[in-house]
């Protein structure tokens, strides 16, 4: 199979990430390297490198050789850039979060329809030996029922002018519990707390609850101003509970039989009483995760789906139900915390 002409456009911090891993992969052939500022593009690809680079997004949309276009730039770019490589026949790869909007988010979506594209938005984290374990264990009801999901990520963190702390974030642990939760059960509501104690103009520590369908709960803490890195996601379950811990390497993933049960329908003076809650402490295992870079991965994803003409497993969709998520938070900031429904499905 002849290998995906694909271009980079965006060369920040994160763009040379993609540049990396599109390189490392045999099926790519990464051809041009892009960024309004060349300098940066330059650097992406090292000083002795064949790849061409430009400033100008024009030469990429109109190079017959570029199959399909990854994007890196800020996020309020995405739509206008994303949209205009799908007009130009590209596939298209977007970071996170898909757009700044829904509206714009499903303008992308039924572009990629329209001109028959693969668009995928990257949701890093779902491509992560850990979440894909997870999402495997949830499906196959290993946890029984979700009771909770409870994500914190926070660390001295680039504070963006742009975005908030939400937008910037919060796609990560939203795009991991759209990722793993099953079937028939996903948040219903969210209300969201924000602050912004040194003044950025916008919230710089923030907090996520979202009320699931199956009557468990989500909570999601992001935060820029942590002197700490914590990225730490439980997933309680009836019968057993996920702890991942992305900073601790040795031991990325946790399985504990551990958890309270109540037998029979107990009304809340029995609970009082402790007659009929029993504790169950079983074993703990960590199960065995093979070590690969989720952006690899999630290079791997998109040349699949342009090969096989299937949608990703981060897909247009997967982006929007994002962004409606993102929204509705930023709604519920403005009302002060109240909840916002969610219709996700
Ligand atoms: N998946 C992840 O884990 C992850 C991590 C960090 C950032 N991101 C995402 O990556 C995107 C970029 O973030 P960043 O931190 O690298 O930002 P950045 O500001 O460091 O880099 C953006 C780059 O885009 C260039 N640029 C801006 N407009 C352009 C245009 N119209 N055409 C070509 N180049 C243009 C800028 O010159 C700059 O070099 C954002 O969507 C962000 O959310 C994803």
Redesign the pocket.
């Known amino acids: 199979v002849e290998p995906i002409g694909i271009a980079v ?7 040379p990430n993609l540049v990396r891993n599109i390189q490392g992969f045999a099926g790519a052939d990464l051809r041009v390297v ?4 060349v300098d ?1 593009a330059t650097l992406a690809v090292g000083p002795h490198s064949t790849i061409r680079v430009t ?1 100008v ?1 024009e030469d990429v949309l109109s190079d017959p050789a570029i199959d399909a276009i990854a994007i ?4 309020s ?2 739509a206008d ?1 994303a949209l205009a490589c799908l007009q130009a026949g590209k596939h298209v790869l977007v ?3 898909l757009a700044l909007s829904v509206a714009e988010g499903e303008k992308l979506v039924a572009a990629a329809a329209e001109f028959d594209r693969v668009l995928m938005c ?4 779902c491509f992560t030996p850990a979440v894909r374990r997870i999402r495997e264990l949830t499906y196959a009801g290993a946890l029984g029922d979700i009771q909770y999901f409870d994500s914190v990520r926070i660390n001295l963190g ?1 504070v963006r002018g742009d975005i908030d702390v939400f937008w ?1 974030l919060a ?2 642990d939203l795009s991991i519990l759209d990722f793993v939760l099953p079937e028939g059960c996903e948040p219903v509501a969210v209300s969201a707390q924000g602050a912004d104690p040194i003044n950025a103009g916008h919230a710089c520590v923030g907090y996520l609850t979202l009320p699931l369908s199956n009557g468990g709960i989500a909570h999601i803490h992001v935060n820029w101003l942590s002197p700490t890195k914590v990225r730490t996601t439980i997933v309680g379950g009836s019968k057993r509970s996920l702890l991942w811990d992305d900073v601790n390497p040795a031991q990325r993933l946790s399985m504990y039989d551990k958890g309270v049960d109540l037998n029979g329908s107990a009304g809340h003076r029995d609970v009082q009483r402790n007659a009929l809650v029993s504790y169950r402490v079983g074993d703990m295992v960590a199960p065995a995760l093979p070590e690969r870079e989720a ?1 690899s991965s999630a290079i791997e994803e998109f040349v699949g789906c342009i090969h096989e003409g299937r949608a990703p497993l981060t897909d247009g969709e997967s982006g929007i139900r994002v962004l409606r998520t993102l929204e509705a938070a930023a709604r519920s900031i403005e009302l002060g915390g109240a909840a916002v429904p969610l219709h996700l499905s």
Do not use: F
């Not at 990257?122 to 984290?125: A, E, L, Q, S, V």
């Open positions: 456009v965006g060369t920040g911090y994160w763009g892009c960024d309004i500022d940066r400033d997004v890196a730039t800020p996020v770019t995405h850039l970071e996170k979060p990257d949701h890093t984290y680039l910037d796609p990560h952006l």
